[in-house]
């Protein structure tokens, strides 16, 4: 059986934090820390006025001085077509918030694991069709090409 290089990647896309882990050579599940050293990572984004968005710590720092550009608690609107208040007076699909997590997940996880272009993300049990199907757009969003889902 040949060796796949590309590490085995589960995510937990958290409604409050999220957390990566891979398979280590024996089969052990080893929690990644983010860029920041932490094992949770705070499923918060601030949409800056004039640059990229800030995931995690930074950004629930930045959103207690402007609350109207950070979007919390977002995997609770998947599914639906936008998420339930503006950010910079624009409805955005609370996929591509989501996108924006999974993507700031998946590069602090490639700097300890090397690139990889698949992963298992967890939903909730009760997730429905259009909910999965955000949850895959957003995994898409962040340059996962293979995506399985996994119930809660």
Not at 10 to 21: C, K, Q, R
Not at 57 to 69: F, H, Q, S, T, V
Not at 115 to 122: D, H, I, L, N, Y
């Amino acid at each position: 059986m040949a060796h796949d290089p590309e590490p085995l990647i589960g995510i937990d896309l958290g409604t409050t934090y999220s957390t990566v882990a891979y398979l280590d050579p024996h089969g052990r599940p080893i929690c990644l820390p983010n860029s920041e050293g932490d094992l949770l990572t705070p499923s918060v984004v601030y949409f800056e006025e004039n640059g990229p968005a800030i995931v995690g710590k930074e950004a629930i720092k930045a959103g207690l001085a402007d609350p109207a550009l950070m979007a919390d608690m977002v995997k609770r609107d998947m599914g639906k077509e936008v998420y339930h208040r503006p950010i910079r007076g624009k409805y955005l699909p609370p996929a591509a918030i989501s996108g924006v997590i999974l993507h700031r997940l998946v590069e602090d996880a490639a700097t300890r694991t090397g690139p990889f272009k698949r992963a298992v993300v967890t939903v909730p049990a009760y997730f429905n069709e259009p909910r999965r199907k955000a949850t895959m757009d957003a995994a898409r969003m962040a340059g996962l090409a293979e995506v399985e889902l996994l119930n809660e």
